[in-house]
């Protein structure tokens, strides 16, 4: 009987020892899954640490928070996208109108185990969650509100978009900009009339890079990335008043655009009337410089046919002196010839060419006239014996003929 009992009290010691150890096994090891990491508490010491990499290790009772390495954040409206509610992020414009946007962003969490510590052991957050709801939502909803105070509604809506997105991106990554109020003369869209406001500028360095305030992510090992802006939720007011600025900027638009067309098509017109007076007074200028290159090409034309003209009446005249020189020492020799020949021969050659000359004419002449037989018995005459007239008569002549060219027939002796 005492055996049996005894058998019964190991048998319920053991099955006791093995509920003891299935309900306390999942304190003795733990598994790190892949996406995750672990922080651990020390169940005596209370000592923590950081076990980064996948896998199992001794949990030793210890308390674990489980991280994830990477998150998406949510704050968008649509309900069961990163939540069951609205967590869109509400917004005033520097108009005065509200809006809700939505949008997600990417989250790294630390890779170094002393930073994954630090969230827990210098910022205080207990898990996760904690740190989105105290650290990340702040740090987007302060980067949201102020970058719309930078702007309105409709800039927002329209041609500023793209700066809302890019500037609060860059205070989530950075921390937010230091701000300055600044009144500026702007033109009201409604009226076109010129008034005063206040707005919120960015102050700048001199280089003209913004100048942020302190930022809460710096030293964390936290990296962000992806932010995107889904939507700008505007109430039903704003979005009328939103169409109703829009209308009239469009239609101021439109009178500046008509007007500046008007002024763009007077000034072309007048450009264009310039242009054509200008090519006018161009091609005149062109006709009158041709007219004056032609002029001086007609004039030194001119002047090389006068130049040659007087060139060639120069040689001419030149020639002609030369001519002349040569004529009279032509004549001077010739005359010089002809005075040493008659000195030589008293001109006989002359001489016997005009008697012959008057001789032939005079034989013609003669030979014409009728004469009385050959033979004529002449009577004696007082004067002596009678002689032949006709004979006397050409003895006469030629006598007078010798005697006019000193003819001199006799022979001189050298």
């Not at 978009?161 to 869209?189: C, H, M, P, S």
């Not at 939103?242 to 067309?261: L, N």
């Not at 090409?297 to 090389?304: F, M, P, S």
Request: a positive charge; aromatic letters at 8%; hydrophobic letters at 40%.
């Amino acid at each position: 009987m005492r055996v049996n009992v005894m058998k019964y009290a190991v048998g319920g010691c053991a099955v006791i020892a093995a509920i003891v150890a299935m309900a306390l096994g999942g304190s003795i090891v733990e598994t790190v899954e892949k996406g995750t990491y672990h922080i651990k508490q020390a169940a005596i010491s209370g000592e923590m640490s950081a076990i980064m990499e996948p896998g199992m290790y001794m949990q030793n009772f210890g308390d674990i928070q489980t991280w994830p390495k990477a998150s998406t954040f949510y704050f968008t409206a649509d309900v069961g996208e990163g939540g069951s509610f609205d967590q869109s992020i509400e917004v005033r414009f520097n108009d005065g109108s509200l809006s809700n946007i939505s949008g997600t962003m990417r989250i790294m969490m630390p890779s170094a185990p002393s930073q994954a510590l630090d969230l827990v052991l210098k910022q205080g957050y207990m898990n996760f969650n904690d740190m989105e709801n105290k650290l990340i939502l702040p740090v987007v909803r302060n980067a949201l509100r102020l970058t719309a105070n930078l702007m309105s509604a409709r800039e927002s809506y329209a041609e500023r978009r793209a700066d809302f997105i890019n500037w609060a991106w860059d205070q989530i990554q950075n921390g937010l900009y230091e701000t300055k109020e600044e009144r500026k003369k702007v033109e009201d869209l409604v009226s076109g009339e010129e008034i005063t406001k206040t707005f919120k500028v960015i102050r700048r360095d001199k280089s003209g890079r913004p100048i942020y305030q302190r930022n809460p992510l710096e030293g964390l090992g936290l990296v962000l990335a992806n932010f995107e802006v889904k939507s700008f939720v505007y109430s039903d007011k704003v979005k009328e008043q939103i169409a109703t600025q829009q209308e009239a900027y469009m239609a101021v638009a439109t009178a500046k655009a008509k007007s500046q067309q008007a002024e763009q098509d007077k000034l072309k017109i007048e450009a264009e009337g310039k242009a054509a007076v200008a090519k006018a007074r161009y091609e005149e200028e062109q006709k009158k410089k041709r007219a004056v290159v032609q002029a001086e090409k007609d004039k030194e034309v001119a002047l090389l046919q006068a130049q040659k003209v007087k060139e060639v009446a120069k040689l001419e005249k030149e020639a002609a002196m030369h001519t002349k020189q040569k004529e009279i020492l032509l004549g001077q020799g010739e005359a010089e010839r002809k005075k040493l020949v008659m000195q030589a021969d008293g001109a006989l050659k002359q001489k016997l060419d005009a008697y012959v000359s008057v001789m032939h004419k005079f034989a013609q002449e003669f030979g014409k006239q009728k004469w009385t037989p050959e033979i004529v018995f002449a009577n004696g005459g007082k004067d002596g014996p009678a002689g032949n007239s006709v004979a006397e008569f050409m003895n006469l002549l030629s006598a007078q003929a010798a005697r006019n060219l000193q003819l001199d027939l006799a022979v001189k002796k050298q």
